[in-house]
C-alpha cells in the first residue's frame, strides 16, 4: 500500500507529531510505503513530493510547524486542478491520500472523497473550530501561549493601572478566547458568538478601579468578535484568501480605543498574531496528534475511506469526511454563565 500524506492551511503546533504517528503506524503495522506531499494541495497539483520513512519522522515529535510546508491553496477554484491532482496522485502509484488540515483542507478531501479517490481526513486548527470533533491539534498550544502572554500582561498593566486589550484568534469560532479568557483571570471576554455591549464591557473595566480594587482589567477578545454597534468586522485590509475568507484582525485596537474614551482610563492592546501558531505544541498536544496518526493509519487498514479521525471524550472514532466541514463549531450559549460570573 503506497500512501500520500499532506498538510493544507494555517499550521499548527502539533503537525509533525501527527505525521510522526501516522507514518511509525503504518510502516510498523501495516508495511505501508509513505510520500509526503509539499505545501498543502499545492503539492499534489505541482507533483511535489518526498519520501516519508520511520527515520525522517523518528524525531519530529516536538517540532513547530510541519516539515511538509503548508498553503492555503485552493483546487476547487478550478476543477482542472483537482483533475491534476487526481492524475499526479495515479501517476505515482497512491493507493490512498491522507489530509491533515482544518476545514477548507478537508473540504477538499471531500470533493476527492466524492470522486472515488480514496481519502482519509485528519483534523488541525488551533481554531478548535471543527464539528464532529472534540479537539483538534494545535488548541491546547495556542491556548498555552495565549495564557502566558496574559499572565505577563497582568504585571505590566498591574504595574501602569492600565487596562490592556489581548486579541487572540479563531476567526468566527470563540474557543481560544473563551479557554484564554478563564486561565487567565481576564475580567472580561469577549467571543465572535455573542455581541458585546459598550456599556457592559466599559462597566466591567471600570468596576476594577477605585478604593479596594485592584486598578487594572484584562480583556481578551476574539479577532472575530463584534461590538453591538458594530455592523462589520473588524479586517486588517480588504483581500481574501483562496477560500473566500477575510483577514480578521484589529477589534483588540478597536476595543482599546473605545475602552479609553469612554471611560478615561489608559489602555493598551496586545495582538498576539501568529505567535499562537509557532514552536513547539504542548505535551497535551503532542499525546493527541500522535494519537490521530496512529489511528489514521488504523483507518486505512479498515477501509475508512471518505472518512475524519475525530475523538469525542477520550476516544477516537471514524466519521464522515462531510461532517466535519458543513458547519463551525462554536462556543455554545452553556459557556455564557461561566463568563457572566468570571466577569469584572
Ligand atoms: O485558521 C487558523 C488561523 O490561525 C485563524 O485563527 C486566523 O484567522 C487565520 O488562520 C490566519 O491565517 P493566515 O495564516 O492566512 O494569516
Not at 510502516?27 to 513530493?49: H, S
Request: net charge negative.
Amino acid at each position: 500500500m503506497r500512501v500520500g500524506v499532506l498538510t493544507g492551511g494555517g499550521d499548527c503546533p502539533g503537525l509533525n507529531a501527527t505525521l510522526r504517528g501516522l507514518v511509525l503506524a503504518g510502516v510498523k503495522k501495516y508495511g505501508y510505503e509513505y510520500i509526503g506531499f509539499l505545501d498543502g494541495w499545492a503539492g499534489p497539483i505541482e507533483n511535489r513530493f518526498i519520501p516519508l520513512d520511520v527515520d525522517t519522522v523518528k524525531s519530529i515529535y516536538n517540532d513547530g510547524g510541519t516539515m511538509l510546508g503548508s498553503s492555503r491553496t485552493n483546487p476547487l477554484k478550478d476543477p482542472k486542478l483537482v483533475d491534476q491532482i487526481k492524475e499526479n496522485l495515479e501517476v505515482n502509484n497512491i493507493d490512498v491520500l491522507v489530509a491533515i488540515g482544518g476545514d477548507d483542507t478537508l473540504g477538499v478531501a471531500t470533493k476527492l472523497a466524492h470522486m472515488d479517490f480514496k481519502t482519509i481526513g485528519v483534523p488541525k486548527t488551533i481554531d478548535n473550530d471543527l464539528s464532529a470533533t472534540d479537539f483538534t491539534p494545535g488548541f491546547d498550544t495556542a491556548v498555552s501561549i495565549a495564557t502566558e502572554a496574559v499572565d505577563r500582561l497582568h504585571t505590566t498593566a498591574k504595574s501602569h493601572h492600565r487596562a490592556v486589550v489581548v486579541e487572540v484568534m479563531g476567526r468566527h469560532s470563540g474557543w481560544i478566547a473563551l479557554h484564554t479568557g478563564i486561565a487567565g483571570g481576564a475580567d472580561y471576554t469577549m467571543l465572535p458568538e455573542v455581541e458585546t455591549n459598550v456599556a457592559d464591557l466599559c462597566a466591567a473595566v471600570q468596576h476594577e478601579y477605585g478604593e479596594g480594587r485592584k486598578n487594572y482589567a484584562i480583556v481578551v477578545v476574539s479577532e472575530g468578535a463584534r461590538l453591538a454597534h458594530q455592523d462589520e468586522l473588524v479586517l486588517q485590509d480588504d483581500s481574501r484568501d483562496a477560500f473566500g475568507h477575510v483577514k480578521l484582525g484589529g477589534i483588540g485596537e478597536a476595543v482599546a480605543s473605545l475602552i479609553e474614551k469612554e471611560t478615561g482610563i489608559e489602555t493598551r492592546s496586545v495582538m498576539l498574531g501568529h505567535t499562537q501558531r509557532g514552536g513547539a505544541p504542548t505535551a497535551r498536544d503532542r499525546v493527541l496528534s500522535t494519537r490521530y496518526g496512529i489511528f489514521a493509519a488504523d483507518m486505512i487498514h479498515e477501509e475508512r475511506f471518505g472518512q475524519m479521525a475525530a475523538i469525542r471524550g477520550d476516544t477516537l472514532l471514524p466519521v464522515p469526511l462531510a461532517d466535519a466541514t458543513t458547519q463551525n463549531k462554536t462556543v455554545g450559549s452553556e459557556w455564557y454563565p461561566v463568563l457572566e460570573v468570571l466577569k469584572a
